[in-house]
Structure formats: C-alpha cells, structure tokens
C-alpha cells in the first residue's frame, strides 16, 4: 500500500514537470534563438573565436539554435570579411582595418586565439548549414582607417550574392546607417535598424525601417508590444548572463540574439 502511493506521488510529480515543461516550451515558442558572433561575442566559455567559421559551425550544430549573427565589413578588394572590431590590430597581428587590407592579405591573417582561427569570408558560410534557418548581417558602414564611408554598390553587389548563395535562408541585415535603408529595401531581405540610444516612437516615420534591433536593457516589454503593433519586429541582444537571459525571454521580442548560446537554447525549451 505505501509502495503504491509512493508511486502515485512520483508519477504526479513527474507529470506536473512534464507540464511546465511543455508550458514553458509553448510559452517562448515563437522566439528565435540567434548565435551572436557565432558562438558568442566576449564570451569566456566560448570554444572559439566569434566571427570565425569555427564559431558559426559550432552554433548551428546545437539543436534549438535558430541561426547567427555575424558583423560583415567590405575588403580593399570589395568582398565581404567577418570581423566585429574596427581595427585588425586589436583581434589579430596585423595592422589596419578590413577596408583598407587586401583579400590577399586577410586570407593569411589569424586571430590572436588559442585556437588561431583564420578570418573567414560570409561567401564562404556552408550552404547546408544555413537550410531553413536565419541570419542576421550586421553591416558595417564606416572605413576608420581612411575616415570615410564604405561604397554602398559594393556592399550591395555582395549582399546580392549571399542572397543567391542562400534560397533556403532566411536573411536578415542590420544597419544605423540611414544612407544605405532605401538600397537595401531592394532587396529580398528584411532590413534590421540598430537604435544605439533609448526606445524611440518616432523612429517609425523612416518606412524603409521595418524592424528594430535593442540591447536587451533599452527596451522593455512595452516597447516590444508597442512595435508588434505597428508590424515592426524585435531583435534584442547583449544577452550573456542567465539573470539577462530570463529578462529577454519574458519581454517576447521576435529574436535574441545570445552571447551565451547554449544556455538561453536550454531556458528557452
């Protein structure tokens, strides 16, 4: 008789986690989870350095992940390189910026990492690694090195590229830069606006900016409600610690984008 209660009181207990489980899973359903920087930006625990082919594969091996992020700035030569800084010198043992390195150069640069990955081209991201998921392009606009703004043909040209490379790819760009909104609405992609400051109503009467993307402690849930109602989407990222995680996920933006990949992936589900 006791075994038997026992029994009933494991199996409730069991079904009432099964329910929460399913609860919670239902609850956080419609959020993508996104790799920032691949596998993570100024993550400790990350294998990999962020914006290295290594990092990107690592994040789209983990099931639950959605798809990544990368930060894509245009070569001497006008082809598209991953790196997040401004300076090569900062993340590598060469001088200068991506802008004004020849591809040449760039294809023999490593970054100063255990692991001394190489910097990688966004044309050169597997195709079956992306089928039917997302990517966000953080497009960098600005030559820092020269002190003047990147050719937007350029960066068109190869956007287009990736967009033919990638039919079974969902591809999102993010851009401050206001210049490049009306090229970029030609395109078969959605078309992200960083807001560096706080929330702000009347970003809206630009119509080229269809969605928005936040650091995590500028927008509250409010601003996210306030932009699904006017069609905009959220994407929201500088989520690192568990305690950020869990904030992120009960504002229900659209994207977030995670620097710690794995756990967001497991809070999520």
């Known amino acids: 008789m006791l075994k038997t209660s026992i029994m009933k009181i494991y199996l409730n207990f069991f079904c009432l986690l099964l329910l929460l489980s399913c609860q919670k899973k239902n609850e956080y359903s419609s959020i993508k989870i996104i790799g920032h920087a691949g596998n993570g930006l100024e993550n400790s625990a990350s294998f ?28 001497k ?30 294809n023999k640069t490593y970054y100063k990492s255990l692991n001394k990955e190489k910097l990688f081209q966004l044309l050169h991201i597997s195709k079956s690694s992306l089928i039917n998921k997302c990517v966000f392009l953080d497009l960098r606009h600005y030559n820092y090195c020269e002190e003047n703004y990147i050719e937007t043909a350029l960066m068109i040209n190869q956007i287009k590229n990736f967009i033919l490379y990638h039919p079974n790819t969902e591809i999102n760009v993010i851009t401050n830069y206001t210049d490049w909104l009306k090229e970029l609405k030609s395109l078969d992609v959605n078309i992200f606006y960083s807001i560096e400051n706080q929330f702000d109503k009347s970003l809206f009467d630009f119509p080229e900016i269809e969605s928005c993307v936040f650091k ?25 610690s568990p305690k950020s995680i869990k904030e992120a996920l009960e504002k229900y933006p659209d994207y977030i984008i995670s620097d710690d990949l794995k756990s967001c992936i497991i809070e999520k589900y």
């Open 216 to 240: 995590n402690k500028q927008v509250s849930k409010n601003d996210i409600d306030y932009c699904r109602q006017k069609g905009k989407k959220i994407a929201i990222f500088e989520v690192r």
């Open 48 to 75: 990999y350095h962020d914006n290295s082919k290594e990092s990107i594969e690592l994040a789209l091996s983990y099931e639950g992940c959605d798809g990544v992020e990368v930060d894509v700035q245009l070569s």
């Open 77 to 106: 030569n006008g082809t598209t390189w991953l790196y997040h800084d401004t300076h090569l010198e900062s993340q590598t043992k060469q001088n200068g910026c991506i802008s004004t390195s020849s591809d040449e150069i760039l």
